[in-house]
């Protein structure tokens, strides 16, 4: 009945909605955003401790929301650990495009390897009222590097 | 009597469209409800055969469409079994007649200081107009509990009007999200006792059930033409005249006044005193086919569908491992809302879509209501309408078992 949905809901998904990854708090965050989806009861607070270079030195989530927006969250941490505010920028806008459209064309060579772990989210493109399940952690991570404490999906 | 559904449903156009090649199952008509061909085909006729602006041109035209105008309110005045057609008053939807309610009798009746008591039932629709009214006027806002089993606490409700302090009890005849249906004589009689008004949100109620204002003896009575198989942009507030006496106006403009001059206008008697401006003529024609369409399959025999199909879903639904339903009122209409124990409520709305299952997840304009029963993101929610078959809540009740294999 469902098996068209795999290409949306791949195994790499559903194991980060199961088992999300980094979902802890931390314990002397430098710079937290909360992000929320109002439409369906998502939220989730994003946690940064920046290293003396000022690059991300380590991140967690927590939160509820939907298995898309859990993995993409928990990928996210998996992701920008160890990056500039620059490069956690760049490859926010590259995954934007990415839900968005399904591909990343004008996405440069440097960010080739996040964006083939991020492909299985590239399914909600084809589920426009699913997008923003895909990107709040990221608008979130953006707030956050900015150093807003709220963002809204919507 | 009962329904004969497949000539029903081959009176909705839609409902023989497949979705992405799946036959649609369409279980949203809480949110809004399709449309039947006589309901189209009167908006149509309207616009190609007898339409121009109401109460104004001295022509044939105007004439006819002001008959036809001024006969959709006698329709509704007939659906509710109002006393007069001038206690009509035609709204944009529920929500503006709720409003209206709000700003004009709120303002104009109430005192500062009075009360007024909603329920955690409630669609936001029938909380953010009063919250505004408090911030605005300085009355007081009291909530009258649920129970767990997702009914109106009565006992809460005498002990919030204990005081006398209530002016107005505005509350909800059928829960959008619980399916409830609350006692509304006995609420009729509370309120009275009370020595305040009362007004019902019938958005949902005056759908699926016979609703009779001489019997029921309310003062203000809303709902929305769309979900009553009508179009958009339309919506009722009945109101006892001697209410809209007293009322100021609530929009101002053309239609509204009997007299103008710069210094001072008079305003209009009731019901045009509420009706701003030129008025959804088209829309009002198509709720008037919408009214012929119902009553002519009675409103008994569609409550008594209705009540097969809630007491086939119950079983249905309820018999799912890992589902938990959200109320379990006595009475209730064909509203469920769940939650899935895998599955978040958004990526099930996603599976049944590819069923071709049609139903919503969120908090259905009910945020208050999920916090009282502890669902901090949403359920998925299926509600019923005249059309809907046995066969359908079959197929809901497949699909779900197979979405909880998928997420496992
Ligand atoms: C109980 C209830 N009240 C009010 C409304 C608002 O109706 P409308 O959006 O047509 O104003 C709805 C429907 O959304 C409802 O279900």
Redesign the pocket.
Known sequence: MFDDLRDLYQEVILDHGRKPRNFRRLDDPDRTARGDNPMCGDRIELFLKLGADGGIADVAFQGRGCAISTASASLLTELVKGKTAAQAHALADGFRQLAMTGTCPACEAALADDMERLQPLSGVHEFPSRVKCATLAWHTLNAALDGSKETSSE | MSLDLSRIRADFPILSQQIRGKDLVFLDS???AQKPRVVIDAMIRCMEQRYANVHRGAYWLSEAATEDYEAARGAVAGFLNASDPREVIFT???????NLVAHSWGRGVLRPGQAVLISEL?????IIPWQMLRDAHGIELRVARATDAGELDIEDVAAKLADGKAGLVAI?H???VLGTVTPAERLVAMAHAAGARILF?G??AAVHRRVDMQALGADFY?F????LYGP?GI?VLWARLEHQERMPPFLGGGDMISSVTFERSEWAPPPAKFEAGTPAIVEAVGLHAAIDYVSALGMAAIETHERDLVDHAMRRLTDIEGLSLLGRAQDRGGVFAFTLDNAHAHDLATLLDRAGIAVRAGR???EPLHTRFGVEGGTVRASFGLYTTQGEIDFLAEALVKAREFFA
């Open positions: 809480g949110a809004s944009k939807n529920s929500t503006e007649a709720i409630e669609h936001h629709a029938n909800t059928m829960s959008n949100d958005s949902q809303a929305t033409g769309h979900k958009t919506g259905h304009c009910a």
